[in-house]
Each structure stands twice: as C-alpha cells, then as structure tokens.
C-alpha cells in the first residue's frame, strides 16, 4: 500500500501541547484515502527538524507527503498554498535565527501541490471550518513545507505534498491558564486530517 | 420536577446562525441535574425579549434561570458574574438604543447567583474550555441578565439565575464566507450547557 | 486653584513602559481647565496602590480625581463607566489575588461621576479616537477606580472622579521586539488626557 | 533630479478614509532623500490599478518606487518582502477574483528590491513602530507590487521597489462609529514613509 509521511511538532515555546503532534500520533499506522499513514512527530528546531524530515523520506519513500503545525489563534483548518525562502525567529534550541533565505539559491516560494480546494471543500462538506491559507510565516512549520517542496522540485518528482496548519486543541487550553486561542476537540482535528488525506488519495 | 428556565437568542446582525437559540431549543423538555429544562428562543430586540422573558418567568416559575448567548470572538464558555445596568446598541428591531440605564432606579450592577466557579470546574474536568467572564457587555445578552437579577432582586426570591456567553458553533462559520470567529462543535456546547446545569443543580 | 489629583501606573509584568504613569508625571503642576495638576503615579500592587491613593486623597484634599491606566490592545481612549467590586489576578508584589470583592459590603459597582460623553466628544473633536467603555476589567486599575467611588460614596462627596485607559504609546513598542498592541505617539496620549481635564472643569 | 514613484489607494469597501493615498498626495512633488515624488492615487480594482501602474511607469520613468497600501489591524508600518503570484478577493468594481496566478507564467514570489532592515531601523530610530511584514496578502496591494517587481525582473532592471503597509489614520476610526483599528495620527504616517525614503535614498 501507498504511504504517506504525515508529520506534526511538538509543544514548543510556552505552549503546554501541540495538536499537529498529537493528530500525527493519532494516525500513525492507520489507513486512510487508501495511504498507509507513517505518522512522526518533529522538533521544533529548524536544522534538527530538517535533518529528521530528510532521513524519513529516504526511509519511508512516500506516495504523498503532509505536513501539520499549529497555528496558534486561527480558527480554522488552514492548508497553505505558499512556502516561502525564508526561516527567522527563536527555536526550541534556544538559540534565535535573525533571517535568512532557507536555500540560498531556490526559488523566493514554491506552491504546494496538495489539491487545497478539494481539501477545503471536503471539510467543509464534513462540518469542519476551513479555508486555504496563503501564509504559513517563516518559522519552523514554514521551514519544513519549504525544504519537502524544495527537495520534489530538484528532484523533478511530483508527489502531492504540502502543509495544514490547525487551530489548538481544546487540551491546550485547559493546560494553561489564561490563554485565549480559538481551539477544537482533539477529534475534530483528527477528522478534519482524516478528511484532507481522503482528499488527496481521491486525486 | 422542579424546572429551568433555559433562554438563548435568534440570529442577528450579519449572525446567520446564534449557536445559543439552537443549545435551548436543544435541551427543551430534556431532565438534566434533577431540573426539567423549558427551553426558549428570544429575539435580539431589548424590550420584546424582556417582555417574553417577564411572561415566561409567570408561566414557568422556575426553580432556576439561565440564559444562553452568543460571543462571537470568545474562545471558552464564560459564565458571567456582574449583570450592569446599561443597554446600548442597535437591535434586531432597526433602531438604536442611544444608552441608558435599564432599571433607573435598580443597582447599577448584580452579582449572578450561579455557582459561578463550580460550574468552571465542572466544564474543565469533561475538557471543555472555560472560564468566569466580568462583562456580560451592554446589549441585549445583559438586559436580558440585569432584568432576570433585578426581578429576584425586587422579589428577594434567591433563585440560582444568570448568563452564559457560547463561542459561536461550526455552522455560523460554515454558512457564511470569511468569518474569522472562534468555534466549536454545536456538540460540544450542548455538552458544555448541560454540564452547568448540573452544577447548578448539585448545590 | 482647585486641585485635579491625577494618577498613572509603573510599568508592570513583561510591559517595558507604561503611558498612563508617563502621562501623569508630564502633566504635574501643569494648570489646565482651570486645575492645577497633581501628577502622582502608582505602583501595580493592590493594597499598595489603595494606601497610597488614600493618603494622597488627604494630603492634596482635590476638587476632581482622574485615574489613567494602560489597555494595552485597545484603539482608542476609553473613560469607563462602570467600576466593579471584585479584584483578581497576580500583581507586581509577586502574589496573586485568587478574586473576591474590594468591599465585602460595598455596592457590587459605582458608575463614574466624570462627564463621559462631553469627554468623548472633545477628544474626538480634536482629531483622537475615543469611546466610552463599560469595563475596566478587574485588576488594579479597576480596583483604584473603585475604591475612589466607594470613598465618595461613603463620605457623600460629589467629585468629578473616574477612571480613563489609555492605548499603548509608541515608546512600549520600540522597548519590545514582537509586540503587537496598537499603539499611540506620547504626545497624543497627553493632548488626549488634557482634553478630558478640560471637559471636566467645563461641567 | 531622480523620481520616485510613490502610490497610495483610495477608500475602499466600508472603509471611509485610505491613509495610503492620503499620504501619496500629501508627498506629491516633495524633495525626499535626493528624490522627487511623483504621488498618485490607485482605485482598489486589480486591472484598472495595473493598468494605471504600467502607464506612470512609462510616463515617470522612476528611479525607484514605492507602493503604500492599508492594512487595517496592524500596529506597525511594515515594509514587505514577498510579492506572491496570487491575486483573490472582491474589489471596488464590485466583481470578485475567485483567484488565479497574477502572471501565469511568472515566479510563485519575487523579494522586494528595498532596503527592508535600513528602512525599519531608520523608522525605529525616529520613535515610530515599524517591522518587516514577509506578507502583503492576495488583495491588490499583492498584485500591485508583484506587477512591478514583474515588470523589473522580466526587463532585467534593479530599481528599488516595493511595498510599504501602514496602519490606519486616526481619520478612519473618527469616521466610522464602532470600527476597532489602531490608528496612528496622519502626520506620523507622512513622516513615516517620509524616513522610508531617504532610507532608500541612502543606499
């Protein structure tokens, strides 16, 4: 059976969970879309995530490639349409990267080849608020989206890959006090990923 | 069976859906935490709504009081402690209350007699996102609040009665393009409700 | 020449600066509206800031009492109406008020005796964005606020007193990388406090 | 002397003032950083505004431009640095791109030509809020500033050119009841893009 390289993050920052980390989890070895799911779960340093994304694709060799993030304070499922050239800011690592081009001599941005309307509307169709986002920022969610879209476009392969960003967790929430994120139920997170592979299988 | 008396509102505004209306007309005729809910849908107009609420409170006499509404933007269910003594605002019915006072000679604010922190445990402890709200605003959602104390008030009867703000539910986002609210399943907020009210009736 | 006892906050929690207290010591001994200006500013610890509002009460004997704080997030100038019997949250001593009420027997709110709407319409005659707000949370600007009521309340005094926040000013900004409240220039800060002084010695 | 093309928008949608175009005129035919200004106004409309672009570019033959756009709810002027090959969304000629690739044929994104970080840093230096934004959105902002660093790519030639997002003016929020934007007074705006200028002058 095909598989698919699904991955999330890990709870970063002042964060007490991550759901992208937790859905992956979730789905790790199920059969969806007719994929086998290879769930992982990342850091969130940019290097050391890189590396780890790089190894999984040699050793998974997927049919299709998905990556999730949190996007702390959206309030929909979000997948992305842009990755841009561009890593900044301060990761899991401690230390901060002040801004630079993630591949020096890649294009300025590639578009995801996920199937995003079909996505979005499949969602939808299911109940769950979405819509396609152009903006996935320049942090270690848009770091990994860049290099796996980098990596097809210099292999000249044509996997759908991309990334979807998600609302928090309802668990986020109730682990911190005073944080005010929009957030879902763990299961519709989980549904709504669910309904996004389904998405792409159907290609 | 002692009854409750469980209000929310009709959609407004731009609102094409009020997740509030839809948890009462849910919950009608159901047995929750020894109460027999009596659930009504009120429109967002002030005086109209608290004139149905002054009738039903005749007709039902209930041993409890709660009324439901929407906030969009919130991100937690939020019982709300302190009804003022304001309204203020356009309504459902075209014209514009310029503000002034609801009662001009009641409290300029009440205390809700929910067991407001009892009923934040209960929603947290089932995993639903939660927390006790100061301001129930100035609009209907408040009049309705400020009325329903200032008449216990002026009775001194001692009834557990005050106001719960809802994030909005999926299908407001889902029926209309490009609103960026938080929200939940309408499960989940029915979930929520229910668990207040059996707080409420644990005291 | 009447005395206008005008107070702001320090600086607090992660925030770098604080306009309200900035503001109050520009305007010290400055004459406006026919006041002459008691600028005074407050530390961001409840008990602390009720003694010391206490005392500058007696020592300056004031014909008018505005209180500023910083709303870090809002757009505009916001006098309040409405000051709140309850006091919550961790302040600047290091321990955190776990909610109950300021005066165990005091009313459950006071409306401001300040001329809100004069005030507003000035401001925005001038060319500053301004609008009355209904809460002023329940920290500790609430609580000097209402503690300044509640000793007229008490005393049968009829001051012009109240409570004013203020946006961020530019400055809090430029201290802070990543920060993103709206945030004012100085100088329109203070020109907006003036305005209001004015609108109160006009009454 | 060299000309710089500065363009701005005109109010658009609910909104009743446009601070870019207002501060496009105010600096038409002003001597800033070595350069002369050459201010226009853009309708918010995707072909009209491309259309009127490519003729000033003939008609000025600038030595650098500089595109203003609003963004209301932002705190900060924020010079951009990706232009995206995407165009969507309802304009002012009342008809709605679905959204396409802006050139079918162009790069997914070109980077600004200005000195981003020399720009910001010119802008903090002088006390006004400024960062660097790594997105200018899909609307005709976007599609203003792809179309020009388009049109320099395609002839090979490297003026500085790009796209400058400012917060609302004061003018806005005093225009319209019940609009929460922050908004800085106009004259910091003008001075603002003024520092911008010469930032790209001194280069």
């Given at each position: 059976?095909?598989?698919?390289?699904?991955?999330?993050?890990?709870?970063?920052?002042?964060?007490?969970?991550?759901?992208?980390?937790?859905?992956?989890?979730?789905l790790?070895?199920?059969?969806?879309?007719g994929?086998?799911?290879?769930?992982?779960?990342?850091?969130?340093?940019?290097?050391?995530?890189?590396?780890?994304?790089?190894?999984?694709?040699e050793?998974?060799?997927?049919?299709?490639?998905?990556?999730?993030?949190l996007?702390?304070?959206?309030?929909?499922?979000?997948?992305?349409?842009?990755?841009?050239?561009?890593?900044?800011?301060p990761?899991?690592?401690?230390s901060?990267?002040?801004?630079?081009?993630?591949?020096?001599?890649?294009?300025?941005?590639?578009?995801?080849?996920?199937?995003?309307?079909?996505?979005v509307?499949?969602?939808?169709?299911?109940?769950?608020?979405?819509?396609i986002?152009?903006?996935?920022?320049?942090?270690v969610?848009?770091?990994?989206?860049?290099?796996t879209?980098?990596?097809?476009?210099?292999?000249?392969?044509?996997?759908?890959?991309?990334?979807?960003?998600?609302?928090?967790?309802?668990?986020?929430?109730?682990?911190?006090?005073?944080?005010a994120?929009?957030?879902?139920?763990?299961?519709?997170?989980?549904?709504?990923?669910?309904?996004?592979?389904?998405?792409?299988?159907?290609?």
């Open positions: 059976m095909r598989r698919l390289l699904l991955t999330g993050f890990e709870p970063f920052q002042q964060l007490a969970a991550n759901s992208s980390g937790d859905v992956a989890q979730f790790d070895q199920k059969e969806i879309g994929y086998r799911i290879v769930g992982r779960v990342l850091p969130v340093v940019f290097e050391e995530a890189g590396s780890l994304m790089e190894r999984w694709m050793e998974v060799t997927p049919a299709a490639v998905l990556s999730l993030g996007a702390a304070g959206r309030c929909e499922i979000t997948p992305e349409r842009f990755a841009l050239n561009w890593q900044e800011g990761d899991s690592s401690g901060a990267c002040p801004g630079r081009k993630i591949e020096p001599e890649g294009d300025a941005a590639y578009y995801t080849t996920l199937p995003l309307q079909r996505i509307e499949r969602m939808k169709g299911y109940g769950l608020p979405a819509s986002s152009n903006t996935a920022g320049v942090y969610c848009n770091y990994i989206f860049y290099q879209l980098h990596r097809l476009h210099r292999r000249e392969e044509t996997l759908p890959a991309g990334f979807i960003h998600l609302p928090a967790g309802h668990t986020l929430l109730l682990k911190t006090e005073g944080l994120y929009p957030s879902w139920p763990e299961g519709d997170l989980i549904r709504g990923v669910s309904l996004a592979i389904e998405a792409m299988g159907a290609g």
